[in-house]
T-cell receptor, first 114, second 113 residues
Framework: AQSVAQPEDQVNVAEGNPLTVKCTYSVSGNPYLFWYVQYPNRGLQFLLKYITGDNLVKGSYGFEAEFNKSQTSFHLKKPSALVSDSALYFC????????????FGSGTKLNVKP | SAVISQKPSRDICQRGTSLTIQCQVD?????MFWYRQQPGQSLTLIATANQGSEATYESGFVIDKFPISRPNLTFSTLTVSNMSPEDSSIYLCSVVLTYNEQFFGPGTRLTVL
């Protein structure tokens, strides 16, 4: 079965510091991995994806994620956090046998303090 | 990309009643998806809606409770029937375009009293 895990319910970081939001996955075969962000009272917004190719994927708003096959991880990173990055972040994997299905992690609330 | 709108954005309903949520996409898409997101939690797929065929429901969700219509390639509705407080959630519709990118509507926040 496909699944993703986000081990941290909440991540706190000071503005200007680097941030990491963790995600590990469990899939059969090569994964299709995604990060989404949800701001308060808004729907989810696509940030970035890994399908194939370079392990370091760059996305929207200065975010990037590193695909690590040996550690089955896809951590989201940003070199310098902004207060406006404070939101709920979801990691997701797309089922390669049933493309209709995306499995979402439990979400990590990122708090960036001034 | 896709622009998705949902109506209503929020509603407060009495138990035992039904609410129909509308989802409109600005481009034609084969499949539309309906998710439920309970407060502070992750997303759970309710069903996949194809135009011209019956929706496919995930385990734990049934057509009698969550009937779905998909009359054309840009529109879908989800009805939450015979509501109870446990149905209080955010309901999201989404589409997947080429390159695996999934786009979500802004959600409908439902509170059942």
């Amino acid at each position: 079965a496909q699944s993703v895990a986000q081990p941290e319910d909440q991540v706190n970081v000071a503005e200007g510091n680097p941030l990491t939001v963790k995600c590990t996955y469990s899939v059969s075969g090569n994964p299709y991995l995604f990060w989404y962000v949800q701001y308060p009272n808004r729907g989810l917004q696509f940030l970035l994806k890994y399908i194939t190719g370079d392990n370091l994927v760059k996305g929207s708003y200065g975010f990037e994620a590193e695909f690590n096959k040996s550690q089955t991880s896809f951590h989201l990173k940003k070199p310098s956090a902004l207060v406006s990055d404070s939101a709920l972040y979801f990691c997701a994997v797309r089922d390669r046998t049933n493309f209709n299905k995306f499995y979402f992690g439990s979400g990590t609330k990122l708090n960036v303090k001034p | 990309s896709a622009v998705i709108s949902q109506k209503p954005s929020r509603d407060i309903c009495q138990r035992g009643t039904s609410l129909t949520i509308q989802c409109q996409v600005d481009s034609q898409v084969t499949m539309m998806f309906w998710y439920r997101q309970q407060p502070g939690q992750s997303l759970t797929l309710i069903a996949t809606a194809n135009q011209g065929s019956e929706a496919t429901y995930e385990s734990g969700f049934v057509i009698d409770k969550f009937p779905i219509s998909r009359p054309n390639l840009t529109f879908s509705t989800l009805t939450v029937s015979n509501m109870s407080p446990e149905d209080s959630s955010i309901y999201l519709c989404s589409v997947v375009l080429t390159y695996n990118e999934q786009f979500f509507g802004p959600g409908t926040r439902l509170t059942v009293l």
